[in-house]
């Protein structure tokens, strides 16, 4: 079963411009909601991570958006920069369970 | 944030042999997760590592196949035994800090 679901799979986007990726899930216990960015050959590292208790998170030219109610959140990367170009996984998880159900990612190319 | 260090970072196996992957972290944690991340793919647990008990398995993976020590609180092995190509894979070892879930970088197995 696929507690969190993201989309879309690979998204091309030209420097200067907004990369959005979505992620759903079906587990109201869900109470952390992090971003993990991961290159070719690294383990994924922490990007951006918001709990149910605000809509809005914003970092630098990160920002995550959370949507309770239709239990959806999405991270918003502005001015995309070739740098940027990555893996981005979505995740969830709840106080005490101690470990993270993972998206299936999203391969971001920044063409320069 | 924890600093994990993993050991190796990649290594070829021959079918049949067996692996076994160090987690050192430089900070006392509670729980330590170890992660599989099949090619292309998104990150699955294995198992949750708890010091002075037995680790904790997720549905399909099991002890005789992933054997998992914790001697103390800063360090966990993860041992793939019995290897074949279906192994290979990134094995990833992660703690919980107070930012979040941290992760090493990984040990790249292949399976000849």
């Known amino acids: 079963q696929q507690q969190v679901k993201q989309s879309p799979q690979s998204l091309i986007v030209q420097k200067g411009g907004i990369s959005i990726i979505n992620c759903a899930y079906e587990n109201t216990a869900f109470d952390y909601f992090p971003w993990y960015q991961q290159f070719p050959g690294k383990g994924p590292a922490l990007l951006i991570a918001i709990r149910p208790d605000v809509s809005e998170k914003k970092e630098g030219r990160f920002t995550i958006s959370f949507n309770k109610s239709a239990k959806q959140f999405s991270l918003h990367i502005m001015d995309s920069q070739p740098g940027d170009s990555a893996t981005y996984f979505c995740?969830?998880?709840?106080?005490?369970?101690?470990?993270?159900?993972f998206g299936a990612g999203t391969q971001v190319v920044v063409t320069p | 944030s924890a600093v994990i260090s993993q050991k190796p970072s990649r290594d070829i196996c021959q079918r049949g042999t067996s692996l076994t992957i160090q987690c050192q972290v430089d900070s006392q944690v509670t729980m330590m997760f170890w992660y599989r991340q099949q090619p292309g793919q998104s990150l699955t647990l294995i198992a949750t590592?708890?010091?002075?008990?037995?680790?904790?398995?997720e549905s399909g993976f099991v002890i005789d196949k992933f054997p998992i020590s914790r001697p103390n609180l800063t360090f966990s092995t993860l041992t793939v035994s019995n290897m074949s190509p279906e192994d290979s894979s990134i094995y990833l070892c992660s703690v919980e800090g107070v930012y979040g879930y941290t992760f090493g970088s990984g040990t790249r197995l292949t399976v000849v």
């Open positions: 590592a708890n010091q002075g008990s037995e680790a904790t398995y």
């Open positions: 995740a969830a998880s709840m106080r005490g369970w101690g470990k993270l159900q």
